[in-house]
């Protein structure tokens, strides 16, 4: 039995036929065709019910099916490892990000890097901007995923990721969420909650009141989960950065635009990393960022 002849296996049954999973593999129709035969016959047992040109699992091929990507994520794990034992355990990629980010561009980013580089270990650390400028200076974070409050820094590598736009989320009780959009002078009898933690709280207020100009009271949450529950009991609204084409189905939280003078309120997403610390996974990294961005 051939490992490669289990990944035709998967392809096809992933792809839902024989001429995707063909194309995938970069084989021909019939040599994935015979290799699937093969291994049926080695095993003794049907893997496949072939319908014409459609194909349906056997009990047999679905739990053979099952346990196989077991044993694929497994062998994956083993390469893995033994490659970062032969590189003495050297090679790691410290990432930062913002707190107020919550999007899915980063996390994508990381699994698209960690298949081209499994030796690589992707260390993560999370903080609020002036946490993340510091942690860069004391180079403890090689590359630093934030929205721009300072001029561009000719010591940085600056890499332009995508603009978000400021929407605010509050309980769909509240009368505001009937409205298409919010001036931030609708808020100001709102507390506005910020996730951040206690070190970071001064200066996110700060930011939020003098640059983005939203007034009034400022409640603190630990996490997303803890914010979203303040504001469905009713404690106040939470600004959050969407990237693109906003999704949202949370029946009991609306996401309304923010605008300062009808005019959408934005932020620039950048990555960010010192020159001096130009290695090379930090500029292959930023590059698959900025495709996922």
């Known amino acids: 039995m051939l490992l490669r002849q289990i990944e035709y296996l998967q392809a096809v049954i992933e792809n ?73 355990d050297n090679a790691v990629l410290r990432i930062g990000y913002y707190k107020g980010y919550h999007g899915n561009e980063l996390s994508e980013a990381i699994a698209l890097f960690s298949e081209k580089y499994p030796t690589v270990e992707v260390k993560i650390m999370v903080g609020s901007h002036e946490e993340l400028y510091h942690a860069m200076e004391n180079d403890s974070v090689d590359l630093a995923i934030n929205d721009q409050r300072r001029a561009f820094s000719d010591a940085y590598n600056n890499e332009v990721l995508a603009e978000s736009k400021i929407y605010i989320e509050l309980s769909s009780k509240n009368p505001l969420s009937k409205l298409p959009s919010l001036e931030t002078s609708d808020l100001k009898n709102t507390p506005c909650i910020l996730v951040i933690n206690q070190t970071g709280q001064q200066e996110e207020q700060t930011y939020y009141k003098n640059i983005i100009g939203l007034q009034g009271d400022f409640l603190f949450a630990d996490t997303v989960q803890e914010a979203r529950l303040k504001i469905i009991t009713g404690q106040g609204y939470m600004p959050v950065d969407v990237i693109g084409e906003q999704v949202w189905f949370d029946t009991s939280v609306s996401r309304i635009p923010l605008v300062r003078n009808q005019t959408p309120v934005k932020k620039t997403y950048c990555a960010f990393w010192k020159k001096d610390n130009s290695g090379y996974y930090n500029e292959e990294f930023a590059d698959i960022l900025k495709t996922c961005f």
Request: glycine residues 6%; hydrophobic residues 35%; positive net charge.
């Open 16 to 88: 839902g036929n024989f001429y995707l999973a063909a194309e995938q593999c970069n084989v021909s129709q019939s040599a994935i065709s015979q290799q699937i035969k093969k291994l049926e016959d080695e095993l003794g047992v049907k893997l496949l019910e072939r319908h014409n040109r459609t194909f349906s699992l056997t009990p047999a091929g679905e739990h053979f099916y099952r346990k196989s990507l077991i044993i694929s994520g497994d062998l994956k794990q083993l390469v893995r490892e033994t490659k970062r034992i032969a590189d003495n």
